[in-house]
């Protein structure tokens, strides 16, 4: 699927305008209810979503199959082991190797620049799917999810507590673009790097960045978490995240609502009580996913 257009690849959401970011979450509102309506939508007819996909998944994976599905089109996911990745064949000769099949990618890597390296040689739009460093996709749910959830994103602060990691980076820069107030606490050495803060600022403004976890959940409309101990990363870590656990004591005391992209290590960053009570928001968010990712890859293609 080659095009005289050079391809808008999304490998973190500020690769996103602030205009077309909001475009593609009111696509996505869109989508949910032509969906719960059972209109047909099939606005990618013969197209091909090709997945490459170093660590595991179930939502993304899933999200992207099902979305490409209602969209009248195919996905074909190529998952850890299946492809000569890892095995000799250089990232660049699969990038244009796979452009020339799919009219677009969705790719989970460790690395952030080996999704660069793909989206320098794919001549068709890249979307990450995971990396090290960003998880786009799962911040346009976020986001998506506090605006069902809240009448004026200009009123809404979150808190992120926990780990610094992929989720946490996108999460902030797309809280910037939707001018939600945001705060990133961490325990000390776990922040975000300053490239990501920077980022912020330019798209809107930067997080408050704290260590210190009862301050961050005082006073606040949501709070979310993710895992300690992301994929590929060492056991040890999560020793630095003693007392940083969401209780549903927490949410009470701040009156908030919780968020986490899943997967979940109940006992560690969140209590099974809180992930389980009425002020969770994970089964939207994971819902999110289809909605949001059918939209940008029409945004993408069209
Ligand atoms: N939230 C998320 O990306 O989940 P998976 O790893 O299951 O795709
Ligand atoms: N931070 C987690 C997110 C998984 C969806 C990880 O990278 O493992």
Same mark, same amino acid.
């Given at each position: 699927?080659?095009?005289?257009?050079?391809?808008?690849?999304?490998?973190?959401?500020?690769?996103?305008?602030?205009?077309?970011?909001?475009?593609?979450?009111?696509?996505?509102?869109?989508?949910?209810?032509?969906?719960?309506?059972?209109?047909?939508?099939?606005?990618?007819?013969?197209?091909?979503?090709?997945?490459?996909?170093?660590?595991?998944?179930?939502?993304?994976?899933?999200?992207?199959?099902?979305?490409?599905?209602?969209?009248?089109?195919?996905?074909?996911?190529?998952?850890?082991?299946?492809?000569?990745?890892?095995?000799?064949?250089?990232?660049?000769?699969?990038?244009?190797?796979?452009?020339?099949?799919?009219?677009?990618?969705?790719?989970?890597?460790?690395?952030?620049?080996?999704?660069?390296?793909?989206?320098?040689?794919?001549?068709?739009?890249?979307?990450?799917?995971?990396?090290?460093?960003?998880?786009?996709?799962?911040?346009?749910?976020?986001?998506?999810?506090?605006?069902?959830?809240?009448?004026?994103?200009?009123?809404?602060?979150?808190?992120?507590?926990?780990?610094?990691?992929?989720?946490?980076?996108?999460?902030?820069?797309?809280?910037? %673009?939707?001018?939600? /107030?945001?705060?990133?606490?961490?325990? =000390? $050495?776990?922040?975000?790097?300053?490239? *990501? !803060? +920077?980022? @912020?600022?330019?798209?809107?403004?930067?997080?408050?960045?704290?260590?210190?976890?009862?301050?961050?959940?005082?006073?606040?409309?949501?709070?979310?978490?993710?895992?300690?101990?992301? %994929?590929?990363?060492? /056991?040890?870590?999560?020793?630095?995240? =003693? $007392?940083?656990?969401?209780?549903?004591? *927490? !949410? +009470?005391? @701040?009156?908030?609502?919780?968020?986490?992209?899943?997967?979940?290590?109940?006992?560690?960053?969140?209590?099974?009580?809180?992930?389980?009570?009425?002020?969770?928001?994970?089964?939207?968010?994971?819902?999110?996913?289809?909605?949001?990712?059918?939209?940008?890859?029409?945004?993408?293609?069209?």
């Amino acid at each position: 699927g080659s095009s005289p257009e050079p391809p808008r690849h999304v490998l973190d959401v500020d690769d996103l305008s602030v205009e077309t970011f909001h475009d593609v979450l009111d696509e996505a509102a869109n989508y949910e209810h032509m969906l719960a309506a059972g209109n047909p939508h099939r606005d990618l007819p013969e197209h091909t979503l090709g997945m490459l996909f170093e660590k595991p998944s179930t939502r993304t994976r899933m999200s992207f199959e099902t979305g490409m599905t209602q969209l009248g089109g195919h996905a074909v996911f190529l998952g850890p082991d299946a492809t000569h990745l890892g095995h000799g064949e250089p990232l660049k000769d699969t990038a244009r190797a796979l452009s020339g099949y799919a009219d677009a990618l969705a790719i989970r890597t460790f690395d952030h620049a080996s999704l660069e390296t793909i989206a320098a040689y794919a001549d068709v739009p890249v979307v990450n799917a995971l990396t090290d460093d960003a998880h786009p996709c799962q911040a346009l749910a976020d986001v998506l999810t506090l605006k069902q959830t809240f009448d004026d994103l200009a009123d809404v602060s979150v808190a992120w507590v926990g780990d610094g990691n992929n989720v946490a980076a996108s999460f902030a820069v797309a809280c910037a %673009m939707a001018g939600v /107030d945001c705060t990133i606490a961490t325990p =000390d $050495g776990h922040g975000l790097p300053d490239s *990501v !803060l +920077e980022r @912020a600022a330019a798209v809107g403004s930067a997080p408050t960045v704290t260590t210190d976890f009862e301050a961050a959940i005082s006073d606040v409309d949501v709070v979310e978490t993710d895992v300690w101990v992301s %994929m590929g990363e060492a /056991d040890e870590k999560r020793e630095a995240f =003693d $007392g940083w656990t969401v209780t549903e004591d *927490v !949410l +009470e005391a @701040a009156d908030a609502k919780f968020m986490h992209c899943l997967p979940a290590n109940r006992g560690e960053e969140v209590t099974d009580a809180a992930i389980e009570s009425e002020r969770s928001l994970v089964w939207q968010q994971a819902e999110n996913r289809l909605h949001v990712q059918k939209a940008l890859l029409v945004e993408l293609l069209s």
